[in-house]
């Protein structure tokens, strides 16, 4: 049990990261400031934060023109939702 909440606790805040570095990326977007390279900002997806950067995209209307991030980030969600789905049912089996 220790472990699940360890396990929320880091993907709460991957999410929390992600959903800060798309505002962060959006922001200095439109004052021309130094960005947030893409894969850094997919990197934070492919590390537990894909939900975070997707309510990012929505919210901040940023990447929404990108493939890269539109269909990307979604696929890399569906993934980990596949391999946490398998991880827990070994783990409770």
Not at 19 to 24: E, P, S
Not at 38 to 59: A, R
Request: charged share 15%; aromatic share 16%.
């Amino acid at each position: 049990m220790e472990n699940m909440n360890l396990m929320f606790e880091y993907l709460l805040g991957m999410n929390l990261i992600s959903f800060v570095l798309c505002g962060i990326d959006k922001w200095s977007a439109k004052m021309h400031k130094w960005r947030i390279s893409e894969n850094n900002l997919l990197l934070s997806c492919i590390m537990g934060g894909s939900i975070g950067f997707i309510l990012g995209m929505k919210v901040f209307s940023h990447k929404t023109r990108h493939l890269k991030f539109t269909l990307g980030v979604p696929f890399i969600l569906l993934i980990q939702l596949i391999v946490g789905y398998f991880l827990y049912w070994k783990q409770f089996r």
